[in-house]
């Protein structure tokens, strides 16, 4: 089992920038898939990213593509989502996930595959 902390989030204009960090302890996330949902507030949650061991990373989320990049900082334990010309349409919940059962590639079904998950940072978007 693995504690995740997620940081980074806040109240932004559009067009901004914001790099949220998912901090993890308890367990090296070095040989497992870790990534970040969203929910927006009355919506279902997204995967947005996804990041392997050897840091492929899968894109769940065309309104993202070109903007959000994760990444991943084994010797912090530690993976980052950084996020640019955010819009309105990027406030939600953001949360991080690990997939603890070993795979060379992130699933095509996250949601399923994640289980432990952060508790979430906000990210609030003003026009």
């Known amino acids: 089992q693995v504690q995740l902390v997620e940081s980074g989030g806040g109240s932004v204009q559009a067009g901004a920038s914001l790099r949220l960090s998912c901090a993890a302890s308890?367990?090296?996330?070095?040989?497992?898939?870790v990534g970040w949902f969203r929910q927006a507030p009355g919506k279902e949650r997204e995967a947005v990213l996804c990041?392997?061991?050897?840091?492929?990373?899968?894109n769940y989320a065309d309104s993202v593509k070109g903007r959000f990049t994760i990444s991943r900082d084994n010797a912090k334990n530690t993976v980052y989502l950084q996020m640019n010309n955010l819009s309105p349409e990027d406030t939600a919940l953001y949360t991080c996930?690990?997939?603890?059962?070993?795979?060379?590639?992130?699933?095509?079904?996250?949601?399923?595959?994640?289980?432990?998950w952060g508790k979430g940072t906000m990210v609030t978007v003003s026009s």
């Open positions: 996930a690990a997939d603890l059962t070993p795979r060379q590639y992130c699933s095509d079904y996250p949601d399923v595959a994640m289980t432990d």
């Open positions: 990041i392997t061991s050897s840091s492929t990373t899968t």
């Open positions: 308890g367990l090296s996330l070095d040989y497992y898939n």
